[in-house]
């Protein structure tokens, strides 16, 4: 079974650019999540959408994030205009639906994204 | 703020020895969750605890959960190099998938 996927690896842009992540979760999960991980701390949900709807969406920044998931599939994560903070690891993460998935979740490999 | 609090931040012990890492919170979970995370790498689920006081082992291993379902403990016997990451633990409010995450312990075996 394929794992989740996620493009680019890396990323450099400079402040007040634009940057979009791709994201592919394994094939069956409906919900798929999206987490900023600032190095040495955990993973910070940023949102979930639970088939192409969203559940949890209250630690987005609004005014410069973004994220869709058209399909209930491919989900894409947008940042403009970048911010010297917003420096970080995002993942992406799917799991199964359901109380027997335990909140199981499963991530990618995540975007590195340096903003200088 | 974090809910869930691991400790300690960081362990460097030599291959061989054996180490305890802590999650603990105020709060009840349905689940708690461990993942390793190496470098440049997602994380990784190495198991899932459900039940008040459950224990379960995995090779060298060891997760407890709490009777009380806040807090929980991962012990690692006769530690390897392979163990070297980031231990995370996470715990689960509902059935709606939703994690908590602590801010994880860095484990660094040496040989």
């Known amino acids: 079974e394929a794992g989740v996927a996620q493009s680019p690896r890396y990323k450099i842009i400079e402040k007040r650019q634009s940057v979009a992540f791709w994201c592919n979760p394994i094939s069956g999960h409906a919900t798929l999540y999206w987490y900023q991980q600032i190095l040495g701390q955990g993973p910070k949900l940023l949102i979930q959408f639970q088939n192409n709807g969203v559940v949890d969406d209250s630690q987005l920044p609004k005014d410069r994030f973004s994220a869709e998931r058209l399909k209930g599939v491919d989900s894409t994560l947008k940042i403009q205009p970048a911010k010297l903070e917003d420096s970080a690891v995002y993942l992406c993460a799917s799991s199964r639906l359901g109380l027997e998935s335990h909140n199981e979740q499963f991530f990618g490999p995540g975007t590195r994204l340096t903003v200088l | 703020t974090q809910l869930l609090e691991q400790s300690p931040q960081f362990l460097s012990i030599q291959e061989g020895e054996n180490l305890t890492v802590y999650c603990n919170s105020s709060s009840v979970f349905s689940s708690l969750q461990w993942y390793r995370q190496e470098p440049g790498e997602g994380p990784v689920l190495l198991v899932t605890?459900?039940?008040?006081?459950e224990v379960k082992k995995l090779k060298r291993l060891t997760f407890q959960f709490g009777d009380a379902r806040k807090d929980s403990s991962l012990h690692i016997t006769a530690a390897q190099t392979g163990d070297t990451g980031l231990y995370l633990c996470?715990?689960?409010?509902?059935?709606?998938?939703?994690?908590?995450f602590g801010a994880g312990t860095q484990v660094v075996v040496t040989p």
């Open positions: 996470a715990g689960g409010f509902s059935s709606w998938g939703k994690l908590q």
């Open positions: 605890v459900v039940t008040g006081g």
